[in-house]
């Protein structure tokens, strides 16, 4: 810092004044000190070229104010507006996420029907498979008939019908999933925007970006305060360069001189050419002398303080400028997302429509899916039925043609023994007419004479009722097919 000025003494006589001067002119080992003088004062007014970055430094801080005081207040809305616009969204994310759900769960549901209606197709067509591939055996159907499958004798209209209400169903629940998941989309596009726009609000805490704001303000104010006592002390070493040239003899024409090769931005109205010196004792030129010769070698460092001074406060004014930009970027941020919320808001209750018209379409259809599925399953276990009776079919012909065997074995072992016994009658009515007849009258027993009785067997089974006989191995895959049912 530049040094205050040596008091002035009592006034001195004009020739006290000129004495001085000339010993002082004829000291310094003889280098002028007028010389040095106006060296001196060219580099002091050179220096009060510094005084702009004031006047600027002056500008900045009213700037900063003004901007100190957007930002609090744009800061202060912001916070409140984006308080009520995420609890909104928030809301909305609920809503969102239960419509979610209800596409979610009616998708599960339909996977689990579809499921169970491929599990009761799948038994119906193999079912159907096994019947086209299992051939009636020839020796149950009348002679000269062409072979025939089991498929021949099912009627496979029902199948048919309940195969188109199926699709239908299916259909219909595929067009209400789509209305349903486009208008979801539709939702959570829109919310995406509305977090889109948020997202780029800055992520800094208000407070603390507020504080910081502060914190630059103060310091601009601090160095303007710096710049303002600089720029005090350079003036005063002006002041004192202009004094001293006073009080030399030819000064204010040296002075006058030099000003011409001075910056068109520095004053030259300081020193009169026609100034007569003003009266000063030799110890007071010596004194101020000293004075001037230490604080020259200060000027320059001064200068370069104030210029630091001044582009820590451009910088500093420019954080506070660029966070008021933020923060009114922001706040158009924020109103856009408050514009879009409400427009969403709006158009909520088409989305919960959607959501409600899905849960009523699909309940409908869903019941009727249910009904014909039992419909379905009621055919499969029938297709499955017809298949095991037959092969229980072929084993009551393998049964029956054991028995009418086993009952012709008896029957001819029965008929076998009668004629042996009509025989044994017959030899023994001729053996007791022989030895008795002579003696018994022929009326005593009108039987007497009558031949033995005469049993027979008859079967009652006409030729075109005869079981069939039936290879050994379909009866074998008979009963296996039986035993695998049963398992």
């Given at each position: 810092m530049l040094t205050d000025d040596a008091e002035d003494g009592?006034?001195?006589?004009?020739?006290?004044?000129?004495?001085?001067?000339?010993?002082?002119?004829?000291?310094?080992?003889?280098?002028?000190?007028?010389?040095?003088?106006?060296?001196?004062?060219?580099?002091?007014?050179?220096?009060?070229?510094?005084?702009?970055?004031?006047?600027?430094?002056?500008?900045?801080?009213?700037?900063?104010k003004v901007a100190l005081e957007d930002i609090v207040t744009l800061d202060a809305k912001n916070h409140f507006l984006k308080s009520g616009v995420d609890r909104q969204l928030h809301n909305l994310r609920k809503i969102h996420y239960g419509l979610a759900l209800v596409a979610s769960d009616g998708?599960?549901?339909?996977?689990?029907?579809?499921?169970?209606?491929d599990e009761a197709d799948a038994k119906v067509k193999d079912a159907i498979h096994s019947a086209k591939t299992t051939m009636v055996e020839s020796a149950l159907r009348p002679p000269n008939e062409q072979p025939r499958s089991l498929h021949d004798f099912v009627d496979e209209h029902g199948i048919d019908e309940l195969t188109a209400v199926f699709r239908k169903?299916?259909?219909?629940?595929?067009?209400?999933?789509?209305?349903?998941?486009?208008?979801?989309?539709?939702?959570?596009?829109?919310?995406l925007t509305l977090e889109q726009t948020l997202g780029a609000l800055s992520s800094a805490s208000h407070k603390d970006e507020v504080l910081h704001t502060v914190v630059n303000f103060n310091a601009i104010e601090n160095h303007a305060t710096e710049m303002a006592n600089l720029l005090q002390s350079l003036v005063h070493h002006y002041d004192l360069c202009v004094k001293a040239l006073k009080h030399i003899e030819?000064?204010?024409?040296?002075?006058?001189?030099?000003?011409?090769?001075?910056?068109?931005?520095?004053?030259?109205t300081t020193i009169d050419r026609h100034a007569a010196p003003l009266p000063m004792s030799n110890e007071e030129l010596t004194e101020l002398m000293r004075v001037l010769e230490g604080d020259a070698g200060e000027v320059e460092d001064v200068v370069q303080e104030v210029r630091e001074h001044a582009i820590e406060m451009e910088s500093q004014s420019e954080m506070i400028a660029d966070q008021a930009k933020r923060l009114q970027d922001d706040h158009a941020a924020i109103r856009e997302a408050a514009r879009l919320l409400d427009d969403l808001g709006a158009s909520l209750e088409k989305y919960t429509d959607a959501a409600s018209a899905f849960s009523?379409?699909?309940?409908?259809?869903?019941?009727?899916?249910?009904?014909?599925?039992?419909?379905l399953e009621g055919l499969c276990d029938f297709y499955s039925g017809f298949l095991q009776a037959y092969h229980g079919l072929l084993?009551?012909?393998?049964?029956?043609?054991?028995?009418?065997?086993?009952?012709?074995?008896?029957?001819?072992?029965?008929?076998?023994?009668?004629?042996?016994?009509?025989?044994?009658?017959?030899v023994q009515r001729e053996s007791f007419k022989l030895e008795?007849?002579?003696?018994?009258?022929?009326?005593?027993?009108?039987?007497?004479?009558?031949?033995?009785?005469?049993?027979?067997?008859?079967?009652?089974?006409?030729?075109?009722?005869?079981?069939?006989?039936?290879?050994?191995?379909?009866?074998?895959?008979a009963v296996q097919r039986r035993h695998e049912r049963h398992l």
């Open positions: 009592s006034s001195t006589s004009s020739q006290d004044a000129s004495s001085s001067t000339s010993s002082l002119q004829n000291s310094e080992g003889g280098r002028p000190i007028l010389e040095r003088l106006v060296r001196h004062f060219v580099a002091a007014k050179r220096a009060l070229s510094a005084t702009h970055h004031v006047w600027r430094a002056n500008r900045v801080v009213a700037s900063s998708h599960a549901d339909f996977k689990t029907i579809l499921a169970r209606l169903c299916i259909d219909h629940t595929h067009e209400a999933q789509t209305r349903l998941t486009a208008s979801n989309g539709e939702l959570d596009e829109r919310l030819g000064g204010n024409e040296a002075a006058v001189d030099a000003q011409a090769d001075l910056p068109t931005d520095v004053s030259t009523k379409r699909w309940g409908e259809v869903r019941q009727d899916i249910e009904v014909n599925q039992e419909e084993l009551e012909v393998a049964r029956r043609r054991d028995l009418q065997t086993r009952m012709a074995k008896i029957a001819q072992e029965a008929k076998s023994k009668l004629e042996n016994l009509k025989e044994e009658d017959q008795h007849g002579e003696y018994l009258p022929k009326d005593i027993w009108p039987n007497l004479e009558d031949p033995a009785p005469n049993f027979g067997i008859q079967s009652f089974v006409a030729s075109d009722e005869q079981v069939p006989d039936l290879p050994r191995e379909i009866l074998q895959q």
